[in-house]
């Protein structure tokens, strides 16, 4: 019973310091004197943290063991939150760097850490380890504007109220500190694990650009929509509830999708259908009046989604066997999130040099485009060779 529960109160802390930034963007610029730059460099702050320390998760975990980098990564973001609410104007990027690396340790060490203590309930688990994610992604779009607000406008408050959540998970995980699992411990996988060399394939290019284009969309959204509609004439608190529900959208979906997608050996209708939805509710949030954007914004978070659900299932489905999808993931986590990286940057950038979202928008509409022709090739019904054809290292 306590490690689920250390299981909800951890996953409800991956993404909650994250999307309770964008909705407060404004203030955060006019509070602390941030350049458009600036902004932009925040934004893409998590994703290139994500890119950069998701590959140290394994190597720690078969060290130290998965429950203790948990505990360790849980203070690690707490720690980076209080600073950045401390002390914003030095350490708002530099604490909100610290809370991703930690958030990519986990993001790598959860699920892994579920299939081995608990195989038998690996599912549910699963399960529940993503509602709650979801929960505390919606809350933090959802809640941000309005606890600025009730604080009188402190950024210190708003900034740090999230390592409140942060220091209760550790209070939760701590059970957990006297086990010791690694990725390689059983005796049916002893030495250390091995990699293959899968970025020798086209198909891994395929599902890594498909993985990396479907986040960059998602981020760049994520990041600017709040904005983008206050820009329009929308409060403060509309956009943030705007982002929440498209959040929301993308929590349904992205549970769903895989379980179709498991039913066919061809993907590609299922990709199709993903993109063209998100780009059409992408579209409708940044061009078609505000009349309809509640509308619009939670048909792009179930097309947002839908693409994401896919790009984890075509990450399995695509490797023949464990050490293959290891590797793959790894490749698709690490290149996919640094290409992701881009979005955010760019589309701050390019709305700084313009003035307005119009050009921004036409790009990540271009993206949806390179999105859809990487998820056709990658939704194909093949697979990678096995681990003992490959080059192993």
Not at 16 to 32: K, Q
Not at 101 to 110: E, G, K, R, Y
Not at 231 to 259: C, E, K, N, W, Y
Not at 315 to 338: E, H, I, K, N, W
Request: proline share 6%.
């Amino acid at each position: 019973m306590a490690f689920v529960a250390g299981i909800i109160v951890l996953a409800f802390n991956l993404r909650a310091a994250i999307t309770s930034l964008p909705p407060l963007f404004p203030e955060l610029s006019a509070a602390l004197h941030l350049s458009s730059a600036a902004l932009a460099l925040l934004a893409a702050t998590p994703v290139v943290c994500f890119a950069l320390f998701s590959g140290v998760a394994a190597p720690l975990s078969r060290r130290f063991g998965e429950e203790r980098v948990l505990l360790a990564a849980l203070a690690l973001l707490a720690v980076g939150l209080l600073l950045r609410g401390a002390v914003p104007g030095l350490l708002l990027i530099p604490g909100t760097a610290l809370a991703a690396a930690a958030i990519a340790l986990m993001n790598v060490l959860l699920p892994s850490l579920v299939k081995r203590r608990q195989p038998a309930q690996a599912g549910w688990l699963i399960g529940i380890y993503l509602l709650s994610l979801s929960a505390g992604t919606i809350l933090g779009a959802l809640v941000a504007v309005p606890l600025f607000q009730v604080s009188g406008g402190s950024v210190r408050l708003a900034l740090g109220v999230w390592a409140a959540p942060a220091l209760a998970a550790m209070l939760a995980w701590l059970p957990q500190w006297r086990f010791r699992t690694v990725p390689d411990g059983t005796a049916t996988q002893p030495g250390p694990a091995r990699l293959v060399k899968v970025w020798r394939y086209r198909l891994a290019w395929q599902v890594m650009t498909f993985m990396g284009l479907q986040s960059l969309t998602y981020y760049a959204s994520a990041s600017w929509l709040p904005t983008l509609f206050r820009d329009r004439g929308t409060s403060a608190v509309h956009a943030g509830t705007l982002a929440a529900l498209m959040q929301l959208g993308g929590a349904g979906s992205a549970l769903l999708i895989p379980v179709l997608a498991h039913r066919v050996r061809d993907q590609r209708w299922l990709v199709t259908l993903a993109v063209i939805v998100s780009a059409a509710g992408f579209a409708g949030s940044a061009f078609a009046p505000l009349s309809g954007a509640a509308a619009w914004i939670l048909l792009l978070g179930l097309g947002q989604g839908a693409a994401l659900g896919l790009a984890v299932y075509l990450t399995m489905v695509r490797a023949p066997d464990p050490v293959v999808a290891a590797s793959l993931s790894a490749f698709t986590q690490g290149a996919g999130y640094l290409l992701a990286a881009a979005g955010p940057l760019a589309v701050g950038l390019l709305h700084t040099a313009t003035g307005a979202w119009t050009v921004p928008a036409a790009l990540v509409l271009a993206v949806f485009g390179g999105e859809l022709a990487a998820g056709l090739m990658a939704g194909r019904a093949r697979t990678l060779p096995a681990a003992e054809a490959g080059a192993a290292s």
